[in-house]
């Protein structure tokens, strides 16, 4: 069984800091992943794509990449109350053509 | 901006009855896909399909069938609904050419 394992939270920090999201996956051969913000009551919503080691910066968000000990993060800089969602990592499996979805991250920033 | 759209976010069913669910999407896209949500499991893949008339089941197909007789628009269905299946769905969809996957607004059911 294929897995993305993501810590379930409540992940609480205060308003102005770093915010460190963590996902792993057990497939070797995946080649693309995503995070998904979703808020309370709504819809997953798009927010980061990473396809190669190493970091990519979109904003205040940066998305982190590590297929050797494949492991995928997201860190979101100068946290604001507006951040606090839950996040979801997404991985793609070539096999069958579909993204495998962990049980996501409830990040809570306090004011 | 890709446009996913989903009929209802809103319904309240019996147990028994059937219930139709609909997705439209407005990119083209050949690959659609239905989910649930549930709080503590996440979510959970139903059915998808990669092209018109074409379908696969997914990790919780049992309860539920699927319909797509045109690309923009894939149905999901349930049979004779009961309580287990109030939950949130999902309808998502993403080009072959793309592993991005788009998702519609939800529709909260709830079954009596």
């Known amino acids: 069984q294929k897995e993305v394992e993501q810590n379930s939270g409540p992940l609480s920090v205060p308003e102005g800091a770093i915010a460190s999201l963590n996902c792993t996956y057990s497939d070797r051969g995946s080649q693309s992943f995503f995070w998904y913000r979703q808020y309370s009551g709504k819809s997953p919503e798009l927010i980061m794509s990473i396809y190669s080691n190493g970091d990519k910066e979109d904003g205040r968000f940066t998305a982190q990449l590590n297929k050797a000990s494949q492991y995928v993060s997201l860190l979101i800089r100068d946290s604001q109350p507006s951040d606090s969602a839950t996040y979801l990592c997404a991985v793609f499996y070539n096999q069958g053509g579909k993204l495998i979805f962990g049980q996501g991250t409830e990040l809570s920033v306090k004011p | 901006d890709v446009k996913v759209t989903q009929s209802s976010r809103y319904l309240v069913k019996r147990t028994g009855e059937k219930v139709f669910l609909e997705c439209v999407q407005d990119?083209?896209?050949?690959?659609m896909f239905w989910y649930r949500q549930d709080p503590g499991l996440g979510l959970r893949l139903i059915y998808f399909?990669?092209?018109?008339?074409?379908?696969e089941k997914g990790d919780i197909p049992e309860g539920y069938s699927v319909s797509r007789e045109k690309k923009e628009r894939f149905s999901l269905i349930l049979e004779s609904a009961s309580t287990n299946q109030t939950s949130m769905y999902l309808c998502?969809?993403?080009?072959?050419?793309?592993?991005?996957?788009?998702f519609g607004p939800g529709t909260r059911l709830l079954v009596l």
């Open positions: 399909s990669y092209d018109v008339k074409m379908k």
């Open positions: 998502a969809s993403r080009t072959t050419a793309q592993e991005t996957q788009y």
């Open positions: 990119m083209d896209h050949e690959n």
